[in-house]
């Protein structure tokens, strides 16, 4: 069972950065993809970045241009550096991986709270 550990979340002030960690219990480089996803009160969950094996990136609107997603695969750990934070990022946000063939892996999540 793949275990993915989220940490970093926390409180800050509009304008403010956070860099949140998703630790994996296995290699990184054995997911297709890998992706930081969140879920604000009342809302659904929603994509906020994904890494593909190959590097490629892709970026929800409201993270594009703020949010930058990265990994290292030495130690095994996903990052999402989130930068110009505002309020409506207030949210849980959870790891996610994929591999072809294995069902979805999602970590239990770290609040983010974004205070105007």
């Known amino acids: 069972q793949v275990q993915l550990v989220e940490s970093g979340g926390g409180l800050v002030q509009a304008g403010g950065s956070l860099r949140l960690s998703c630790a994996a219990s296995?290699?990184?480089?054995?997911?297709?993809?890998m992706a930081w996803y969140r879920q604000a009160p009342g809302k659904q969950r929603e994509l906020v970045a994904q890494?593909?094996?190959?590097?490629?990136?892709r970026y929800s609107d409201s993270g594009m241009g703020r949010f930058t997603i990265s990994r290292d695969n030495a130690i095994n750990t996903l990052y999402l550096q989130m930068s110009s934070l505002k309020p409506e990022d207030t949210a849980v946000y959870y790891c996610?991986?994929?591999?072809?063939?294995?069902?979805?892996?999602w970590g239990e999540g770290t609040q983010v709270t974004v205070s105007s």
């Open positions: 296995r290699p990184i480089v054995t997911f297709n993809a």
């Open positions: 890494i593909s094996s190959g590097g490629r990136t």
């Open positions: 996610n991986a994929f591999s072809i063939g294995e069902s979805y892996y």
